[in-house]
Nanobody, 124 residues
Framework: QVQLVESGGGLVQAGGSLRLSCASS????????MGWFRQAPGKEREFVTA????????YYADSVKGRFTISRDNPKNTVYLQMNSLTPEDTAVYYC?????????????????WGRGTQVIVSS
């Protein structure tokens, strides 16, 4: 069983930055793509960004492109989300997830394990 634990959320003013972390249990972290999703109150969970197993390929939702950066440290079994120039529209619970079968797409169905999420609140 794989466990994913997010951390680093909190309250930040608009224009500020936060760095989220997602620590994974298990020995095969480096074999899987990883993704970040978010869910704002009353909205569907949406794709934010994803990274392949090596960190060599990443892609982003248009809404965060140029502001957010995903990265990973395979020896530490951890994936990161650096979030800059935050706006109130970024307020959400942020979830990390493990891609199934090597995938790392934008669909929730492409991920098999999920963390419980970390809350990010951006004040105006």
């Amino acid at each position: 069983q794989v466990q994913l634990v997010e951390s680093g959320g909190g309250l930040v003013q608009a224009g500020g930055s936060l760095r989220l972390s997602c620590a994974s249990s298990g020995r095969t972290f480096s074999s899987y793509g990883m993704g970040w999703f978010r869910q704002a109150p009353g909205k569907e969970r949406e794709f934010v960004t994803a990274i392949n197993w090596s960190g060599g390929n990443t892609y982003y939702a248009d809404s965060v492109k140029g502001r957010f950066t995903i990265s990973r440290d395979n020896p530490k079994n951890t994936v990161y989300l650096q979030m800059n120039s935050l706006t109130p529209e970024d307020t959400a619970v942020y979830y990390c997830a493990r891609g199934s079968g090597g995938g790392y797409g934008y669909l929730r169905s492409e991920y098999d394990y999920w963390g419980r999420g970390t809350q990010v609140i951006v004040s105006s």
